[in-house]
């Protein structure tokens, strides 16, 4: 009788055991499949940065760089380029130069002077044609835009959502996050991960040239140049444009055998 109740209460124990593991087991699968799974999905983005366009060389600096017909493409702006955004060491304070007594003095906000980017110069007008392909800083003018951007520098601190939001696909400043001061500037140039916004430059531009006696016995450029701005840069799509006026529809022309567009494309439209 006493081995049957032994027998019995080892079932009760071992049952008991089973249970409390399968009730663990159905929990821990009941709050792992009511959460959508993270999935690391490709986006248009990364698509792009497929293509050969995509690469900052792509862009010609100057216009005899242009290939054929370059007489009839024109600049969208006097002031055009790729910014850059500056590393944590370089974006506070901006100094113009060690040399440059003066220009740590130029800005009346601490917020418009700390809200500053590199400019990689694609286009300039005729006075300032040596600093194109030059890295040049942009920043704001003293007192136009003092209080609007003191309204819009915010600190930049990735959530649990924003990094469930990357695995979905989503582009998010990545170089920007713990960055404790981010204006409008740094947080255009930093938008994407990688150094390839283009814009053009709006309103009065002030270029302003200090000498750069930090480098004055090397083949460094003599003086430096600082673009000071009033207005947000816009983004464009290219550096150069031309009109053109369609003169009627041709056949389909695409020739899959060659992989390449047939010359009948050429009268397709023409310069005006």
């Not at 009730?23 to 999935?39: D, E, M, N, V």
């Not at 900052?56 to 055009?80: C, G, K, M, Q, R």
């Not at 418009?112 to 003018?141: C, F, K, M, S």
């Not at 951007?149 to 990735?158: I, K, L, N």
């Amino acid at each position: 009788m006493s081995l049957m109740m032994g027998f019995r209460r080892r079932g009760l124990i071992v049952g008991g055991v089973v249970g409390a593991i399968a009730l663990c087991f159905g929990a821990y699968w009941w709050q792992s499949s009511s959460k959508p799974s993270p999935i690391n999905q490709s986006s248009n983005y990364r698509q792009y940065l497929l293509a050969q366009i995509a690469e900052p060389i792509a862009y010609s600096f100057h216009h005899s760089n242009i290939p054929t017909e370059h007489s009839l493409y024109l600049p969208v702006a006097e002031w055009s380029g790729r910014l850059i955004l500056p590393t944590r060491d370089q974006k506070i304070p901006f100094h113009h130069s060690p040399a440059s007594n003066n220009a740590t003095n130029l800005a009346s906000n601490h917020n418009n002077a700390t809200d500053w980017v590199w400019l990689e110069l694609h286009h300039a007008p005729p006075a300032y044609q040596d600093w194109i392909g030059q890295l040049v800083p942009i920043r704001w003018t003293s007192s136009e835009k003092t209080a609007w951007v003191s309204s819009v520098t915010q600190p930049v601190q990735f959530t649990e959502a924003t990094f469930e939001s990357q695995q979905q696909g989503a582009i998010h400043p990545t170089r920007l996050n713990g960055w404790d001061k981010v204006g409008p500037l740094q947080s255009l140039a930093g938008a994407r991960p990688r150094n390839d916004v283009m814009v053009r430059l709006n309103g009065t531009i002030t270029p302003q040239i200090a000498e750069n006696l930090q480098n004055k016995n090397s083949h460094a450029p003599q003086h430096t140049l600082t673009l000071l701005i009033d207005q947000m840069p816009t983004q464009i799509s290219g550096h150069w444009y031309g009109l053109v006026q369609i003169r009627g529809v041709i056949p389909p022309h695409w020739m899959p055998q060659k992989t390449q567009e047939s010359q009948a494309s050429e009268g397709l439209f023409q310069w005006v």
